[in-house]
């Protein structure tokens, strides 16, 4: 079955400069969220998209913006970058439910893009 | 993550049934989440169970969810080597951004021959 693909799996950058991440969510799934996990650390949201629209922002720096695409594959943008970035950033997709159900969409994680800011 | 608490580590023997434990605190949860990740790669779904749900168990795998305490566990029966891993708790804290998941810090688990 096809998973949450994200490239590239590794990008190793200098501070100050830029990154983007890309995203593409399982076939007919229309939600993506981002998620920042550091060394040791637990998950932390970013930001969701749903139909391209956003639909829920967390801890994202201002210097990270994102966009869902139509055919809702997802980038993060990251600029001026910082040593505390360094992180695994995860991407992860679902169909919204939108009505009271015991099903549970598929909320299913890509395998990451680990970032390493030197 | 402050509301969602996991012990840190477990140690159990190979055979033996693990049992990790996690409290979360919102009480509007819809879906609460077990994942695992081993060294180095992404975060596995195992399972995960609906909030009017009491109980879900998938092969070696039962979720037991206590409402009224907001205490989760996921037991792992007849435990292997491959189990060892971190394991997160995850809660959807509401229906309206049911997507955005609030994670415990993780229970490292460490299966020993």
């Known amino acids: 079955a096809a998973g949450v693909i994200q490239s590239p799996r590794h990008l190793i950058k200098e501070k100050r400069e830029t990154a983007t991440l890309k995203c593409y969510p399982i076939?007919?799934?229309?939600?993506v969220y981002w998620y920042q996990q550091g060394p040791g650390q637990d998950p932390q949201f970013l930001i969701s998209f749903y139909e391209k629209m956003q639909s829920d922002k967390g801890s994202i720096p201002d210097r990270f913006s994102a966009q869902q695409f139509s055919d809702y594959h997802s980038e993060l943008n990251m600029s001026s970058l910082e040593l505390g970035d360094s992180a695994l950033y995860f991407c992860a997709s679902s169909l919204l439910n939108q009505g009271a159900s015991t099903e549970n969409y598929g909320y299913t994680f890509g395998s990451g893009t680990r970032l390493t800011v030197v | 993550g402050e509301d969602v608490e996991q012990s840190l580590f477990l140690s159990v023997r190979e055979g033996d049934s693990s049992v990790i434990n996690c409290t979360y605190t919102d009480s509007s949860s819809t879906y609460l989440y077990w994942y695992k990740q081993e060294p180095g790669a992404g975060l596995q779904l195992l399972t995960y169970?609906?909030?009017?749900?009491d109980m879900k168990q998938d092969q070696r795998l039962t979720v037991l969810l206590n409402k009224k305490d907001k205490h989760l566990s996921l037991r792992i029966a007849d435990t292997q080597t491959g189990d060892s891993a971190i394991y997160f708790c995850?809660?959807?804290?509401?229906?309206?951004?049911?997507?955005?998941?609030?994670f415990g810090a993780g229970t490292q688990v460490v299966v020993t021959p």
């Open positions: 169970i609906f909030s009017n749900m």
């Open positions: 076939p007919r799934h229309d939600t």
């Open positions: 995850a809660e959807s804290p509401s229906t309206d951004s049911w997507g955005k998941l609030q």
